[in-house]
DNA sequence: TGACAAACAAGAGTTGCTCCTATCTAATAG
DNA sequence: CTATTAGATAGGAGCAACTCTTGTTTGTCA
């Protein structure tokens, strides 16, 4: 919350509703799924606020917008540096973490040109529980 | 176009059509992006055929469906192991190629419970044209 | 406590697919 | 070479997931 004032942010009670029940959650949302769950306790919150708030997050760094081939935005509340396994049949993300990937160097090229602000190592393939 | 065929596909010339664009280009399209670079030679053919086409292509594995933050779906025609940075600010996705990247190892325990199909490394950041 | 900028709810609008139906065509059989 | 038929196409309707607009409410600072 104090990462909400020094944005110049207003500290509302949907935003910390929000953010509540977004560390809570240890999956990765999406904005209609964090709707429909702080709606529960929050009764005449709209969606776009709920929407609004998750890209607001996002943009001061609290939350992370995910890449995904689905046609959903998913959320993700974890920050902290990690990895991504992608299904290609159920598209389910799911986390993973490895020290070897933590410390991958950014190629020499790449640093000189652009500035770097995360990295991820993104798996593709197929789940167990789709294999049946 | 064996590859349609070992796939029992027919070879059409939408499909023909479609498929050399793809090759032409060295960007990542989006659906409507093809469709409006199609329709120049093609002008009847409609956007629901460049759309299937594009996602059966996907699944018969000549061109890719990358991550993306975005709404909208991007297709990637180079299916060679390659890599990503994604600027957070113009939405551009920039390919860029690195040996100790290709050469990652899969965790162990990813390996025991997940058939992986493909690996990516995604840098996020800032790109030249957006720092100024 | 009054003024003002920021945030909110509700609903309309937009984008980007995805599905449906009637028509058409490529490939196989005759 | 023609008939058959499974698969493909065009065009348009339908739908999901945002995104914008408008009028109202709420924090914050003077």
Redesign the interface.
Known sequence: MKRCKHNNLKVTPQRIAIYKKLIELKNHPSADAMFQTVRRDFPNISFDTVNRTLLTFSEIGIVD?????G?Q?RFDPDISCHHH????KCKEI?D?Y?A??DN????E??KK????????????????KC?E
């Open positions: 917008v995910i890449e995904g081939h046609r935005r396994f992608h299904c290609v799911i993973f490895s070897e990937y991958l160097e950014i190629p090229n790449i040109k652009f500035t770097v602000l995360s990295k991820r190592v993104v798996l593709n393939g197929i789940c167990d294999t």
